[in-house]
């Protein structure tokens, strides 16, 4: 006979405001087999588990059932309290009282009638739970980052230096990301590049990080210390042991009008190509799209060219699997282009460009070597006009979050316009000025007051050219919505921040969430910044929401912790929520007749087949079997197996049936 | 073949010229444009501005007017009243309760089962398609097609067009031989109802749409709003006194621009009616 215990939390008023909670301790104690039965107001108090403690010791009970919350909040607390009072953890289930039942429904009898099926629901099941003990599984001590901008590489540095392998893998010929094409940062101006390029070269000579550029993951497989991933290194058409990184055969490539993806279409580059003089490795890769020999099947001038002999035309993509434990997305955002909107030229004008265009612009490794001049005609801008939130902060735009670096960025933008071009004059349409942060206001204030930028709070309708000019309507709202005309010679588009191309796909292969704008989503948006929901996957950066760079790198150091705290341990704990087969006494040994229709269903290749042999070594029955290491616990197998010979531990077929009966009040 | 015809007001007043030119080119291609009978006011501005129950039942008793016709898609040329029966459908499809309270009021049925045309989505599905070799005199000119606000807003109802840069216009005229420009007033204010109480602000307002089509080459404004119509045509001394400028370049509706490339008579277009000579 079950000797269960059920305990009713208040929840402070959480549950207490719409639900009888003594009521349902109350008829919960007159089912058969409940040998105690108790509401407090604070279940997972100290002094609410010690209720559960002391009853399981006094009453020996042999089951518990805790009606509060859901178990995504407090099962592991309720089931370390029976465990320290020497029940079976997995004999303590929680009817979820609070999310399924008193914030949901408005206070009544029904709502409390409802509160005691789900008390009763529970312990029904919880008489057919069984003792089960935690499954231990090695970790494989190396992480993946995905992603070599600032968070990936920050990410890959801390837990390098924790002793921990990592691999490092990048989409581009180069790590450094968007933070390599910056000029300088805000709120302190330093030199972007000066900053990173020193951790760019001590990923590459860090004996602890392995790093793969041009290189994208393929697919991924496993589980939290136990991932296996398939990276597809991306054929560079060259042998880099060879390769010594001369940059003759960039010199010397005839097809030099490709726009410079680094400088975002404002400067040129080559087929065979470096991105930019700082790049790790600093070693080209051939583009194949744009190259004279993969188009017309002639040329091969960098192969005449190369003193080493390292072009390799016929070199192919390779596949490389490899054993990691923990992984960091690190893949960062992207920026919407000007032709995402027509009210501002459509792309037409060749002076309307993004943000991103402009740091390049300013850069002194960017086509103009830091001098401002304009893209159409290399006129140095007399007049320049900022637009903060394009496209952010705009429903009708689909996008209706704050893309959170505008506001700096733009601030920066127009106090380096005037720290270059003197005498010139700059405009910044805003909505609201957005400067939350360790001396951001104080930078906002310097560019206004110090660097006679001119604000104008408004928004922009539309810009137009004529007479060689952009016209820039807008209105002044600070000014009863006046309107305000700017004849402009360039305009920066602070184009909302999105995410970035390829991130759903990726996230499909990882096995991750992701919001409606395709930003990869954080298992919890305050207390689990850096988790995704599936365990071992950590975020990093600008993948996660828009993110400038101080908050990417706290965020990479978090990560990196979470990596570090779970290459601590030598095994690590799951619960047996697993599938097994049924085993009875020979000679029918398992209801399971071995059709195998549950291996070609199960998502992570956890079931083999397993043959029962008698003494001769003759096979005399072909069954399945899952292995514990690999299941997930999905349930698949179960509802595709003919026999029922599958249950899932904690959620058998016994179980499931007894709470539907339950329900239906048979009992 | 037959079509429902709602004309609203100005299409028999200050726009005659329009529903002359649409009934010429229906006419052209055989199609019937069937009135509806005992038609009411679609509530203009006015009403849905101080009431949203009156402004959705004044075009929902038009659309069932139309369904008790036996009609199952009704041509509205003007743009103010294509907005606002299209806005009825949409808000009376989304609010069964709204609904309710509407044909109470009516005291008519209501199923939403008219489908409303505005008129270049009329000329796409019946008239285009149809277009080749009946254009036997290419509207060769370089046009300004103006779109004004409500033909192409709000997108997420009307799902019609691009809000920002629409073409659909441009589309129809490079069909009638013309040649659209690409300009930056397609979908600016033209000053609307201060027509009658501001007309100065609607000199300086429609005023930058004449100077710039102007000032970009364009022979014609090609619109399909009456509002639009009589405030860059009736208002040109107006606009003219604002830019200082006389400009002489005319305003024709989309079917009289494409009634003149299917070489239909000028008188029958109404193209004397406008202020602005059309001498195109």
């Known amino acids: 006979m079950s000797k269960i215990g059920v305990f009713v939390c208040h929840c402070g008023e959480n549950i207490s405001a719409t639900v009888d909670c003594a009521k349902v301790a109350e008829t919960a104690g007159n089912y058969d087999g409940v ?114 901008g600032i968070a990936g590489i920050q990410a890959s540095l801390d837990i390098a230096n924790t002793g921990h392998k990592v691999i490092l893998i990048e989409r581009d010929p180069s790590i450094g990301g968007h933070m390599s094409q910056l000029s ?6 330093d030199c972007s590049q000066c900053i990173l390029t020193p951790r760019m070269v001590e990923v590459a000579q860090h004996p602890n990080i392995t790093l793969y550029t041009y290189a994208e993951l393929e697919s991924l497989e496993g589980f939290i210390g136990n991932f296996k991933a398939k990276i597809r290194r991306k054929s560079k058409s060259l ?59 002639k040329c091969k001038i960098c192969e005449i060219v190369c003193p080493t002999g390292a072009i390799r035309f016929d070199q192919e993509d390779q596949i490389m699997e490899v054993e990691v434990g923990a992984i960091v997305i690190a893949t960062g955002f992207t920026v919407k282009q000007p032709d995402f909107f027509p009210e501002y030229g459509f792309g037409k004008y060749p002076d309307v460009i993004t943000g991103l265009q402009f740091e390049r612009l300013a850069s002194a490794s960017g086509p103009t070597l830091g001098e401002i001049r304009r893209p159409s005609d290399g006129k140095i801008p007399e007049k320049i006009v900022f637009l903060a939130c394009a496209g952010s902060r705009d429903p009708a735009k689909g996008i209706p979050y704050c893309s959170k670096i505008c506001c700096m960025y733009i ?41 006679g930028v001119n604000y104008i709070r408004g928004r922009v309708s539309r810009i137009y050219e004529k007479n060689g000019k952009l016209i820039v309507d807008g209105a002044d709202t ?115 007749v ?74 | 073949m037959t079509l429902g015809f709602y004309p609203g007001c100005s299409l028999k007043g200050s726009s005659r010229e329009y529903a002359e030119s649409v009934l010429a080119v229906a006419k052209a291609f055989d199609i019937n444009m069937e009135e509806i009978n005992d038609w009411n006011c679609c509530g203009a501005t006015a009403a849905h501005n101080m009431n949203k ?85 290419p509207f060769d000119h370089k046009v300004a097609c103006y779109y004004g606000c409500l033909l192409v807003r709000p997108h997420e109802i009307l799902k019609f067009d691009r809000e920002e840069d629409p073409q659909s216009l441009d589309v129809l005229m490079l069909k009638a031989g013309a040649t659209p420009i690409d300009w930056a007033f397609k979908t600016e204010c033209c000053g609307a109802g201060l027509s009658v109480s501001r007309t100065s602000s609607v000199g300086r307002l429609s005023g930058k749409i004449i100077g710039d089509a102007k000032d970009r080459g364009a022979e014609a404004v090609i619109v399909a709003c009456p509002m639009c119509h009589s405030n860059l045509d009736m208002r040109r001394d107006a606009i003219n006194s ?13 079917t009289q621009a494409i009634g003149l490339a299917l070489g239909l008579d000028r008188k029958a277009l109404g193209l004397q009616r406008h202020f602005v000579k059309v001498s195109v």
């Open chain 1, 411 to 451: 601030a920066k933008h127009a106090m380096l316009y005037q720290h270059k071009v003197h005498g010139g004059k700059s405009y910044v349409f805003y909505m609201d000025i957005r400067a939350g942060g360790k001396m951001y206001e104080e930078f906002v204030r310097r560019a206004i007051e110090d660097d």
């Open chain 1, 239 to 297: 042998d880099e042991k060879l390769c010594t990184g001369c940059g003759l055969c960039t010199t010397k490539c005839p097809a030099k009008k490709i726009p410079s993806e680094f400088n975002e279409g404002l400067g040129k580059r080559t087929a065979i190509y470096v991105p930019f003089p700082q790049a790790v490795p600093n070693k080209p890769v051939i583009d194949r799209i744009n190259c004279t020999y993969y188009i017309k099947g």
């Open chain 2, 53 to 137: 129950e009156l402004s959705l039942a004044l075009p929902a008793r038009i659309l069932s007017l139309a369904e008790k016709q036996g009609l199952t898609e009704i041509v509205v040329p003007c743009a103010a009243c294509y907005s606002r029966l299209t806005v009825t459908k949409y808000e009376l499809s989304k609010d069964p309760a709204l609904k309710t309270a509407v044909t109470d009021a009516n005291g008519l049925e209501y199923t939403g089962s008219v489908s409303v045309l505005n008129i270049v989505q009329m000329l796409d599905k019946y008239i285009t398609p149809n277009l080749e070799g009946r254009v036997v005199k």
């Open chain 1, 184 to 189: 300088e940062t805000f709120p302190t101006l």
């Open chain 1, 35 to 148: 040998a105690y039965s108790v509401d407090y107001k604070y279940m997972c108090s100290d002094p609410g588990q010690n209720l559960i403690k002391s009853a399981i010791k006094e009453k020996g009970l042999t089951g518990v059932v805790v009606a509060s919350c859901s178990p995504r909040m407090h099962e592991p607390t309720f089931r370390k309290a029976c465990a320290e009072a020497g029940l079976n953890p997995f004999m303590c289930e929680m009817a979820n009282l609070r999310e399924h039942c008193s914030w949901v429904h408005e206070k009544g009898e029904a709502t409390t009638e409802k509160a005691i099926d789900l008390v009763r629901i529970l312990v029904e099941k919880v008489k057919y739970n069984h003792s089960l003990s935690e499954i231990k599984v090695p970790v494989t001590k190396t992480a993946l980052v995905i992603g070599g």
């Open chain 1, 594 to 667: 071995g059709c195998f229709l549950c291996i070609s269903t199960c998502p992570y290749q956890a079931i083999e087949k397993e043959e029962i042999k008698n003494r001769n070594g003759e096979v005399i029955k072909s069954m399945a079997k899952v292995n514990p290491g690999l299941c997930q616990g999905c349930g698949t197998c179960v509802a595709f197996c003919r026999t029922k010979s599958i249950d899932i531990q904690g959620y058998t077929h016994e179980q499931m049936y007894t709470e539907v009966m339950a329900l239906l009040n048979e009992y």
């Open chain 1, 478 to 592: 600070l000014l009863n919505a006046m309107p305000v005309e700017i004849e402009a010679d360039m305009v920066v588009l602070a184009t909302a921040g999105v995410a970035n191309e390829g991130a759903e796909e990726l996230a499909q292969k990882l096995h991750i969430s992701y919001d409606p704008y395709k930003f990869f989503a954080e298992a919890h948006p305050k207390l689990k910044p850096v988790e995704t929901n599936t365990a071992g996957i950590f975020l990093a950066g600008a993948c996660q929401a828009p993110r400038d760079i101080p908050e990417s790198v706290a965020m990479a150091s978090g990560a990196a912790v979470k990596v570090a705290g779970l290459f601590s341990q030598d095994e690590l704990t799951r619960e047996p929520i697993i599938a097994v087969v049924n085993r009875q006494a020979p000679p029918v040994y398992s209801s399971c």
């Open chain 2, 242 to 254: 604002y830019l200082g400028e006389k400009i002489d370049i005319p305003v024709l509706y989309i």
